[in-house]
T-cell receptor
Framework: GQQVMQIPQYQHVQEGEDFTTYCNSS?????IQWYKQRPGGHPVFLIQ?????EVKKQKRLTFQFGEAKKNSSLHITATQTTDVGTYFC???????????FGQGTELSVKP | NAGVTQTPKFQVLKTGQSMTLQCAQDMNHEYMSWYRQDPGMGLRLIHY???????DQGEVPNGYNVSRSTTEDFPLRLLSAAPSQTSVYFC??????????FGPGTRLTVL
């Protein structure tokens, strides 16, 4: 079945450093979504990418969808303590199909 | 709008007991899903529904039942609780089977 792998599992950075998490799917995706979960909270939708090679930005966050629509990345520039949490990617193999989540990357930021 | 609500917030069960986790949404979303979250495993889909009267299995359906008699409600039933079902359970709803709106979660411990 469809699998979505996400690396790294943990990332510890100094405030101000950059951070990147990577997501790889075993199958071609219709779309990929990114979520953030603060400690003790629930996942919150950040963005959805649909087009091959798509790049979207939200302030210091940059999201990319690979040309083959099988991988994606989230890059945070100059991390802040408010970025702490777990970032999940989630892939959908066809519109209306099951959404499969990656294992998540837990980001900690040292002030 | 309350969004997605889940009850209870916490629950402790003994092995073999049954219970129902409640989930309700007031956004008139057609799609609803149940996920479990375990350390290092990300969010795994248990069951989902694409509309009232329609349900389907996700990645880890064994030991769980669902029904969808109304658009608003999507309860998850544990038939005979086992320690392996100790987890945090999230319900989510979606207008178009893409962006997921998560509830606050139910933390379940099975002794």
């Amino acid at each position: 079945g469809q699998q979505v792998m996400q690396i790294p599992q943990y990332q510890h950075v100094q405030e101000g450093e950059d951070f990147t998490t990577y997501c790889n799917s075993s199958t071609t995706l219709s779309n990929i979504q990114w979520y953030k979960q603060r400690p003790g909270g629930h996942p919150v939708f950040l963005i959805q990418l649909v087009k091959s090679g798509e790049v979207k930005k939200q302030k210091r966050l940059t999201f990319q969808f690979g040309e083959a629509k099988k991988n994606s990345s989230l890059h945070i520039t100059a991390t802040q303590t408010t970025d702490v949490g777990t970032y999940f990617c989630a892939g959908q193999s066809n519109q209306g199909g099951k959404l499969i989540f990656g294992q998540g990357t837990e980001l900690s930021v040292k002030p | 709008n309350a969004g997605v609500t889940q009850t209870p917030k916490f629950q402790v069960l003994k092995t073999g007991q049954s219970m129902t986790l409640q989930c309700a949404q007031d956004m008139n979303h057609e799609y609803m899903s149940w996920y479990r979250q375990d350390p290092g495993m990300g969010l795994r889909l248990i069951h989902y529904s694409v509309g009232a009267g329609i349900t389907d299995q996700g990645e880890v359906p064994n030991g769980y039942n669902v029904s969808r008699s109304t658009t608003e409600d999507f309860p998850l039933r544990l038939l005979s609780a086992a320690p392996s079902q100790t987890s945090v359970y999230f319900c989510a709803s979606s207008p178009r089977a893409d962006t997921q709106y998560f509830g606050p979660g139910t933390r379940l411990t099975v002794l």
